[in-house]
């Protein structure tokens, strides 16, 4: 229970549970004082349906443990109240991730409450839109991106390849990369979607079967300056092996599984790096640096392209799509 003014009444998407387990939803009308403890009160325009939403959407106990619920990991508003003295009334803003919409109450509602510490100041040359467009799959690209940059990556080095291209992590990130000055090899099961990864800036579609059989010898002939690897498994052995000298290696993801096969020695006869990137916990200081570059040179010029936005009465079929890989592109919803 919050302190907000119980005259603010609002709607909000909400999931309960029956007593087998079983998740129905419904948009109700909320009071304020419902929403959780926060130091920030956010007028959410914008919120952005990622996996995780249509896990706790559909009762998922490992995404959210208490029910009833409102999901939701991306919201992008305007502050309406805050007791803390860095954050005003009428500050555009951006929360992403941490607990939002997992076990807090989440952007699929007209208001959030949450902590000044998950507020980030949206940039001044970006949308609330764009911000939601991107959301946490183009921040999980764009940590992916920054690291490597730390760990010495150039477009020079060579083509990047990025995996699960059609993916909601892979098409940002095969945009962001492209918008960033590399050239991208985008590796999709999908091959009648090779215009699209093209109009996002790919400039080759490779088959994922290329990437997906177990192969024996521990290196193979370097074919990429560094990737971008969102499926794990086989998959990532494979890169792992045919990156060249001094590439990096950004991981995300597990789409076929957490478990890899590895040896060293593209690791001490090539120099590569493996890194690894969470979106959910990382600290708001760096978030900012990749928030920045996001809003200006990594931005991709067709976001608009991406966005198919709704209202709160339609997201509810996108809870299940999302989860059947029916989802093209970024679902948005307008408040
Ligand atoms: N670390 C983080 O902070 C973070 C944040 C967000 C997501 N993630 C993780 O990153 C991964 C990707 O997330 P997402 O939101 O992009 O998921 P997504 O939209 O479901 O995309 C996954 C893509 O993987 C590819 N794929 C599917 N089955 C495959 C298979 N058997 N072998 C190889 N590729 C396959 C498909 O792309 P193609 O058909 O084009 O190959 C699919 O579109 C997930 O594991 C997710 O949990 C991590």
Redesign the pocket.
Known sequence: MSNWSESLTFKAVRISLDDEGKASRAIVERKAPELPEGEVLIKVKYAAL??KDGLSANGNKGVTRNFPHTPGIDAAGTVVESTHGDIKAGDEVIVT?YDLGMNTDGAFAEYISVPAEWVLPLPSSMSMKESMIIG??GL?AG?GLWKMEQGGQKPENGKILI?????????LAVSIFSKAGYTVA?????ME?ADYLKSLGAEEVID?NTL?EENKRPMLKPAFGGAYD????T?LSNVLKQVGYGANVAI?????GPNFDANVFPFILRNINLL?????ELPLKWRKIVWENLANDWKPTNLEEIAKVVTLEEIDPYFDA?LK?E?KGRVLVAF
């Open positions: 990622n996996f991730s946490t799959a999980t940590i995996t699960g291209a059609t993916g909601g992590v892979g098409s985008a590796s999709t099961g999908k979607e994922r997906s969102t499926v794990g498994g998959t995300c993801g597990m789409v076929t690894g990137v969470d979106s959910a999302i890989g989802v």
